[in-house]
């Protein structure tokens, strides 16, 4: 899908090529052709097919660029984006991630976590996790949303070796898992049954 979109980037040409020398892809040793495919996929990603150009040329003046090049320079393995990346975002991610857990030490933790994990680990696919981000919104933005999803599955993971009265102490206000033996509801008759119930009058739908 985004191979369909190369034509058309490669017809702007301008604008293309002023995106390139303001993200600093070559710092980084990115190519042109290289920076051009990513855009394409980032085009894939968010826009239909059907979209003019005009419209095209104003989605692509909105995204980062210079924060997707860094990204994808870091997931490619280049040292000097690895560089960058830190003096950039370590210290803005230890703050984050202070705020996040609401805990120094924790917060610290946190932060040392999402860098070691994008520096080091990669999915079951095999690409990095900073080949999903797609520039439409600011890394840092991104990377605190990553954080914060990864200090919930956290607290989730360890909220079965807490009791109740310790849970209600910190303030959490936690649900109570579903039994086991609860059925599966069909997201379909869920479906079904809200639009019977817009087709009823007022007091019929009561």
């Given at each position: 899908v985004a191979d369909a979109w190369l034509p058309r980037l490669a017809a702007m040409d301008e604008t293309v090529s002023g995106l390139f020398q303001a993200s600093g892809a070559t710092g980084f040793n990115l190519s042109f052709q290289a920076f051009t495919a990513i855009l394409a996929e980032v085009a894939a990603r968010y826009l239909q097919p059907e979209v003019d150009d005009p419209g095209v040329r104003e989605f692509l003046s909105k995204l980062h660029v210079s924060e997707l090049v860094l990204a994808r320079a870091c997931a490619a393995g280049n040292e000097a984006a690895w560089d960058a990346f830190l003096i950039r975002y370590r210290e803005p991610l230890f703050e984050a991630g202070i705020a996040i857990?609401?805990?120094?030490?924790?917060?610290?933790?946190?932060?040392?976590?999402?860098?070691?994990?994008?520096?080091?680990?990669?999915?079951?696919?095999?690409?990095?996790?900073?080949?999903?981000?797609?520039?439409?919104?600011?890394?840092?933005?991104?990377?605190?949303?990553?954080?914060?999803?990864?200090?919930?599955?956290?607290?989730?993971?360890?909220?079965?070796?807490?009791?109740?009265?310790?849970?209600?102490?910190?303030?959490?206000?936690?649900?109570?898992?579903?039994?086991?033996?609860?059925?599966?509801?069909?997201?379909?008759?869920?479906?079904?049954?809200?639009?019977?119930?817009?087709?009823?009058?007022?007091?019929?739908?009561?």
């Open positions: 857990a609401r805990d120094y030490s924790v917060g610290r933790e946190l932060a040392d976590s999402l860098y070691a994990d994008l520096y080091g680990a990669e999915s079951a696919q095999g690409v990095s996790p900073l080949n999903s981000y797609m520039g439409y919104g600011s890394l840092e933005g991104w990377l605190r949303t990553i954080m914060a999803r990864a200090f919930i599955d956290r607290h989730r993971s360890e909220r079965r070796m807490v009791s109740l009265e310790e849970e209600t102490d910190e303030g959490w206000q936690l649900a109570a898992p579903p039994a086991e033996s609860a059925p599966a509801v069909d997201p379909r008759l869920e479906q079904a049954i809200d639009q019977a119930l817009l087709g009823l009058d007022a007091e019929d739908r009561f």
